[in-house]
């Protein structure tokens, strides 16, 4: 006999949209739990995250009533989390036990005093243990490759182990990565064969599946094949009339059986996670060399040594997501005793906006948004005034900004450009624009073919070719995006090889140091650098930036130490959402932003008429569908000829 345990992860991020919600609602958690009331002994490990309950409970009552039937009877194990959905390895320890001590408080609604934790993206990191035991839990689900990676072989993971931290103890359970690629994908039987196979003498051998809850009716293909065509009411009747599989609950495994030994777990996530954390040029090596193990058919013989990034790894991949990361950290100290702030602060640890894998994670503006939402709304409640400090812990030193109305943070080393141009009143962070990378995956060559098999294909083996429509538009920044970018640029260079960074660069003032200093009210900046054409033309540009009620006053000064014809650009990276379909050439002196989807309207007011080239800055991302060409915001450049001296005031204005 086999011991079968069998659980379902159920989440939406924060900021998703309601549509979203409701689709997810239909084809998914509710005929779930529909069905597995027409099972009565039939019994799952639900978790349920915080952001999804608050929906549910809002929209659909009658799911929490469910929910509280199905536990009262026995059919539901509750396991929680952070309830915003943190990965708590990347939080405080003060802010993880908050966050499952509110889910935990939802559990006892539902019905369950739950002791169990799953763990968000299964990212774990030994000192995990001490808060977990803290916060009243005794067993914690992750990956069999986290044991793996222990060294221990996959015949030793049909049991759960001690995990030890401190002199603090936790029992961790393996998830069985088959089942993971057998549920609900491929026919029934497979699954039963698979746990019959492993079914033997000794009465504590157990199998874990537990996974997105979205595999069964959200991901591709899944709606049809789990419900209209049957599967999942198959799947039920088949586990539950077995004689050889045992279906149990994590709590009733823990009240018959010991664990097997001690274990000491690595910092690690799930097999695919290592992959994506990677920087993509490693991401494509690593790729290349499971592959090339996979062909000698050696791939399950080494995958133990086989390892690749951590999850932490993103905040280096993307210092986009670092910045709004250690952003949130700087506000979890500034709120810790402040309640009224606390919500706000918890929420914007909600994982998804903070990294990338199959999914559009940081890709995904409307999460970013979320997440800058609520740290802004969480800052509001203090005042720290002008501060000089290592922000996003670069080892490079910022300036911030903040009035009643805004906050701005300076990167003097980075252009002396707006990394962050917050509002208070609307809750938004005007500079939210992510860069144009490139992904290991935008190589074929590296993706996964799609295969042919006797059920549906996960989206982990879905082939995908990127559209011709999108490959002309395709374009990979060389400097990350922000407010008030230093440009010279030949007079000759157009706006098509502008955006799609074909262009010369003439200066080199994007991504160098400025030197500054303070004033009352503002920031002085300035950086003696050069023009790069037929010799080097040392030029300087200096900028005054203050904040004021309903915006910023940029003040600049560009001088050329010898004549020399070229164009001055400054860039505005704005926030823009509302879809632009195509670039802009023209001249004005005002521009006006409507943005109901995003940033709301804003005025770019200029002292003097300048040419402007506006266009999409768009990224390309896969996701479960296939891929996303998302407009992460729009560029604004305001050109002025330049030969000798030039001066000139930008007023950014915030319409409400």
């Given at each position: ?39 009565s002994?039939m ?46 390895a ?44 803290e ?29 030890e ?33 492993l079914?033997d ?11 997105d ?33 045992n ?11 010991t ?11 799930y ?13 494509k ?28 790894n ?37 994982n ?22 609520n ?11 002008n ?28 252009g ?72 010279f ?24 140091p ?75 002196g ?11 309207k ?27 060409f ?27």
């Amino acid at each position: 006999m086999i011991n079968f345990i069998f659980g379902i992860h159920s989440h939406q991020p924060l900021g998703n949209f309601g549509w979203v919600f409701e689709e997810a609602y239909n084809k998914s958690y509710r005929p779930f739990m529909e069905i597995l009331e027409e099972f009565s002994s039939m019994k799952v490990a639900v978790h349920f995250s915080g952001p999804l309950l608050e929906w549910i409970d809002e929209n659909h009552p009658e799911y929490i009533e469910l929910l509280k039937k199905l536990v009262k009877k026995g059919q539901l194990e509750i396991v929680v989390a952070g309830f915003y959905e943190p990965v708590l390895a990347a939080i405080p320890k003060e802010d993880r036990i908050e966050q499952i001590k509110l889910l935990k408080e939802f559990a006892k609604k539902l019905g369950y005093d739950a002791k169990g934790v799953w763990l968000t993206e299964r990212v774990w990191q030994p000192e995990l243990v001490k808060t977990l035991k803290e916060s009243g839990i005794e067993y914690v689900i992750v990956d069999d490759y986290h044991f793996m990676s222990a060294g221990l072989s996959k015949d030793e993971l049909y049991w759960p182990y001690y995990t030890e931290d401190g002199g603090e103890v936790i029992v961790v359970f393996p998830i069985d990565e088959t089942l993971r690629y057998l549920i609900p994908f491929r026919p029934v039987e497979k699954t039963i064969r698979y746990l019959e196979g492993l079914a033997d003498d000794d009465p504590s051998k157990m199998a874990v599946f537990h996974d997105d809850g979205e595999k069964f009716g959200v991901w591709p293909g899944t709606y049809e094949w789990v419900y209209q065509k049957g599967w999942l009411r198959e799947f039920f009747d088949a586990i539950t009339s077995n004689e050889k599989i045992n279906l149990m609950l994590y709590s009733e495994y823990l009240s018959k059986f010991t664990p097997r030994g001690l274990v000491y777990l690595p910092i690690a996530s799930y097999f695919e996670m290592s992959e994506w954390s990677l920087p993509a040029k490693q991401a494509k090596l690593f790729v290349e060399f499971v592959g090339r193990l996979k062909g000698r058919n050696e791939f399950e013989r080494y995958r133990m040594f086989v390892r690749g990034g951590i999850w932490k790894n993103f905040f280096y991949k993307y210092p986009e997501s670092n910045f709004m990361h250690k952003r949130m950290l700087y506000v979890s100290k500034l709120v810790r005793d402040i309640p009224e702030a606390r919500k706000y602060l918890l929420k914007a640890q909600c994982n998804d906006a903070y990294w990338h894998g199959v999914f559009g994670g940081v890709y995904l503006p409307h999460l970013r948004r979320a997440v800058w939402e609520n740290i802004i709304r969480a800052q509001s409640f203090v005042s720290t005034g002008n501060r000089v400090f290592d922000v996003d812990f670069d080892g490079k030193t910022e300036v911030m900004l903040e009035n009643e109305s805004f906050i701005a943070t300076i990167k003097p080393h980075y252009g002396g450009s707006i990394f962050e141009l917050s509002s208070k009143r609307k809750g938004v962070n005007y500079g939210d624009v992510l860069a144009r990378r490139w992904e290991h995956y935008h190589d074929i060559s590296t993706s996964t073919p799609e295969e042919e098999c006797d059920g549906i294909a996960s989206i982990h083996e879905l082939g995908k070719k990127i559209p011709e429509k999108i490959k002309r538009e395709l374009a990979y920044d060389w400097q990350l995006r922000a407010i008030l970018q230093d440009h010279f640029i030949p007079t000759t260079e157009t706006l098509d090889s502008y955006r799609l960074v074909r262009y010369r660069e003439l200066g080199d003032f994007i991504n160098q140091p400025y030197e500054f200093e303070l004033y009352d009210g503002g920031v002085r900046l300035w950086r003696n650098g050069g023009i790069y054409a037929e010799k080097k033309v040392p030029a300087k540009v200096e900028k005054r930036i203050e904040l004021v009620n309903d915006g910023f006053l940029a003040e600049y000064r560009v001088s050329l130490s010898e004549p020399y014809r070229a164009l001055f650009g400054v860039e505005i990276n704005l926030a823009v959402h509302s879809v632009m379909e195509s670039p802009e050439e023209f001249e004005a002196g005002r521009i006006f932003v409507n943005d109901p989807h995003g940033i709301g309207k804003v005025e770019i007011e200029l002292d003097r008429k300048a040419n402007i080239w506006k266009f999409p800055v768009k990224t390309l991302s896969q996701s479960e569908s296939g891929w996303d060409f998302i407009q992460q915001g729009v560029s604004y450049t305001l050109l002025f000829p330049v030969e000798k001296e030039l001066e000139f005031e930008i007023r950014f204005r915030e319409i409400t």
